[in-house]
Each structure stands twice: as structure tokens, then as C-alpha cells.
């Protein structure tokens, strides 16, 4: 009995199966975890020739699902070394969507290395078992010392947002001068230029809450005189940060040893929002009312999309949600909706049971989406005859009539006794 050929359409979906199999990239996810590796802080930075390198990586879930065990390793190859092999797997644990966490790794640099930019690779994955991913990092190596003369000076800070929330993402940028006002200066009868270098720019933070996202700055170039450059770091306030000011660090090395300086960097946090408070009594008169709120921006800058939005149960207010748009610091604006009680609130209606209202102010602090929520409001309810009122009317208007009646027959008999 002769074999059964297989069908080749068979044969291709295999072959194609295998191929899917064999080329799938290595990547450090499990459903959809997605970790990213950033080296957030190179101390001291360059690194300096034959002293100890402390390396603090920082790894982000940047996913939708949550990694449940993640490893962070370093490969280091010369001319770095770690002080311990056992300390070169780092465990971090489970990483929800959108957190981040970062280790420590204390490296030496030999002391006959060459100064220049050297790699480093950094591994990551979810959980044990799953494959590694890695990526490289470049590693500066030692500083030269130039002739020129130009000094740099701070100029600006700006912060963005200006105050931050715990929690809030941002950025600081400082604006670095060249103070010199001449191409060329005369020391001891020597000409010098007065072009000022950053070899390397790096932030710092000095304090628990507040997180710098960014690597350093590195070979920035020339400044010349009266010139001037931007440097922008990406920087984050946890949620735990603490209210107050927040001081950071940036050290930058300049021409030579005698032109390294330290700035102090000082951020602001502030936990104060927006404010919703009724500004008339709470009451629906028989199922119906214009219900009236004062909204306040009590945060030291100002917040953009400012948007109000009220909920009770068995209660429908038009607009649906009222758009405020911007508001600066101490800024007050007064809103109002009209409520109307449908049928769900018929039961509540009779015993004149209090609604309970809530009101969530949602609001933006530069690039960060906040919600507040007002949730400790009632409703009154009352009812009114409005047959008895509408009796009222009818009888004041027929004694009216009446008067009226009766004025006109006494001017008409006064007029015939004339």
C-alpha cells in the first residue's frame, strides 16, 4: 500500500508555524507587560579612572498587564567590574502598569582605563524562567582640561508644571550663560579664549520624593561668549512626595576642574486643587431646581481643562457636565445646572428623603489629569400644593373682579342721582 502524500497547503502552514516560532524577537513582556530600561543616574558622573562607579537603573512596566516577578542584571565588561558578582542580578518584584522602580549597582573602573565612552549592558525580564532582554548604554569615561577661560552661570529655571502634585510628571529646564563678554581674555601676558565647555550636565535629587528620569548631559559643546544653552530633564514627584520645596542638584563640569560647579535646583509641591462649594441652599421644589456652585482654584499655578460634573441618584442636570477651561491661582467661578427629578425618585419624593449628591472636578496640571471628589452633599426635597396655590389665585382674582364690579355700579348710581 503505497504512503498518502500530505497536502501541501498542510505543508506550508506547518512551515510557516516553524518560521513564526523561531523568529519571534526576545522581549522582556509576558502578555502585554512591556519593561523599559532607563540608567537614570551615572555617580559620579564621568566616571572617574580607578574609583568606584554607583549605576542606578531605572525599569518602567510601559504595558497593559502587570509583571509579576521582574530581575534587573548587569553585564559589566572592562574596563568596569562589579565590587560583588552575587550583586549582579537585582530583584524588584511585581511592577503594576505605569509604576517604575529602580536599583543601585556599585561598579570600579580600572585604574588603566583610557578616558572616552564605553558600554554597558543592562538585562531585564519579567519573571524567572522568561528570556532576558537587554539593551547597551553608553558610559563616559574621565574629563579633559581645556585653556579656555569662559565661566557658565545659572540664569533661569523654569519649572513645568510651575508647582507639582504628588504624582505629577514634568520638566525643569535651566538656561546655562557664558558670563564672558570679550572673544579672548589676557592672563600674565597670555591670551586665552573665553569659550566655556560643558563637558557633562547631570540632576540630581537630594530628596526621597522627587525623581529625576533622565541620564546625564554629556560633551554639550562650546559656548561662547554672551551665549547661552537649554538643558531640559524629565523629572517626577511620587505620590508620597512631601508638600514644600524640593532641592535637586545639577553638577556640571566645565573647561577644567576649576570650572565644575553645583547649582541648587529648587521644585515645589503642592497638594491643593480645586475647590467645588454650593453657593445656594441644596433644594428641589417639587422635582425641579437651579442648583448653584462656586469653584475655586486653590493650587499656587493655574490648571487647564477645569470641568465640573454632578451625579445624584434619580436626579438628570442640564448641561450634563460644565466646561470651565483655565483657571489661574485663586481664580472663582460661579456655575449652575438645572436638576430635574425623574420617576426613580418618586418614593424619596413623598417622604421628603434627602438626595445625596456627589460633584468630581476633574482638572490639568501640565500634562497631568487630576479628579477631585465632592461627595458629603444632600438634596432637600419639598413639595408644594400647587392646587391650593393655583386656588388662591383664582379667588384673589374674583375678589378683585368683584371690587371692581362693585366700583363701577356706585360711580354709575352716583351719576344718575346728579
Request: aromatic share 6%; no cysteine; glycine share 6%.
Amino acid at each position: 500500500m503505497k504512503g498518502m502524500k500530505p497536502p501541501v497547503t498542510s505543508i506550508i502552514v506547518f512551515l510557516l508555524l516553524v518560521s513564526s516560532i523561531f523568529s519571534a524577537p526576545v522581549s522582556a513582556s509576558t502578555a502585554s507587560a512591556n519593561l523599559k530600561v532607563t540608567i537614570v543616574e551615572t555617580n559620579p558622573y564621568p566616571a572617574k579612572i580607578g574609583e568606584y562607579l554607583d549605576l542606578t537603573v531605572q525599569v518602567e512596566n510601559i504595558g497593559r498587564d502587570r509583571a509579576e516577578n521582574v530581575d534587573i542584571e548587569i553585564v559589566p565588561e572592562y574596563p568596569f567590574s562589579l565590587d560583588s558578582e552575587e550583586n549582579a542580578v537585582q530583584n524588584i518584584g511585581s511592577l503594576a502598569p505605569g509604576k517604575f522602580a529602580s536599583r543601585e549597582f556599585h561598579l570600579f573602573v580600572d585604574k588603566n582605563a583610557q578616558k572616552g565612552v564605553r558600554s554597558i549592558d543592562v538585562r531585564v525580564r519579567t519573571d524567572e524562567g522568561d528570556p532576558w532582554s537587554e539593551e547597551s548604554f553608553d558610559i563616559r569615561i574621565g574629563t579633559e582640561t581645556f585653556d579656555s577661560k569662559g565661566t557658565v552661570e545659572l540664569a533661569e529655571i523654569v519649572s513645568s508644571p510651575e508647582v507639582f502634585m504628588p504624582g505629577d510628571r514634568g520638566t525643569i529646564t535651566v538656561t546655562l550663560n557664558n558670563t564672558a563678554t570679550a572673544p579672548t581674555v589676557t592672563i600674565g601676558e597670555e591670551d586665552y579664549d573665553t569659550n566655556a565647555r560643558i563637558q557633562s550636565a547631570v540632576l540630581r535629587s537630594l530628596s526621597d520624593g522627587i525623581i529625576v528620569l533622565d541620564a546625564p548631559y554629556g560633551e554639550m559643546g562650546l559656548i561662547g561668549p554672551g551665549d547661552s544653552i537649554k538643558l531640559t530633564f524629565n523629572v517626577m514627584a511620587s505620590e508620597g512626595a512631601n508638600e514644600g520645596t524640593h532641592n535637586l542638584e545639577l553638577a556640571i563640569e566645565g573647561n577644567s576642574f576649576d570650572y565644575n560647579s553645583r547649582k541648587n535646583i529648587p521644585l515645589e509641591v503642592d497638594s491643593s486643587n480645586v475647590k467645588v462649594i454650593p453657593s445656594k441652599p441644596l433644594t428641589l421644589v417639587n422635582g425641579e431646581a437651579t442648583l448653584e456652585f462656586d469653584v475655586a482654584n486653590t493650587h499656587p499655578n493655574s490648571f487647564s481643562s477645569v470641568s465640573i460634573r454632578p451625579e445624584a441618584e434619580g436626579v438628570n442636570f442640564y448641561p450634563v457636565e460644565y466646561f470651565i477651561g483655565p483657571m489661574d491661582p485663586d481664580e472663582l467661578f460661579t456655575i449652575k445646572f438645572d436638576a430635574i427629578a425623574d420617576s426613580s425618585l418618586e418614593n424619596k419624593r413623598k417622604t421628603s428623603e434627602p438626595v445625596n449628591l456627589s460633584l468630581s472636578a476633574s482638572y490639568s496640571n501640565g500634562i497631568n489629569e487630576h479628579e477631585s471628589l465632592v461627595s458629603n452633599l444632600h438634596i432637600k426635597q419639598i413639595e408644594e400644593n400647587q392646587r391650593s396655590n393655583s386656588g388662591l389665585i383664582t379667588a384673589s382674582i374674583l375678589l378683585v373682579a368683584l371690587a371692581a364690579a362693585g366700583v363701577f355700579l356706585y360711580r354709575k348710581k352716583q351719576r344718575k342721582n346728579k
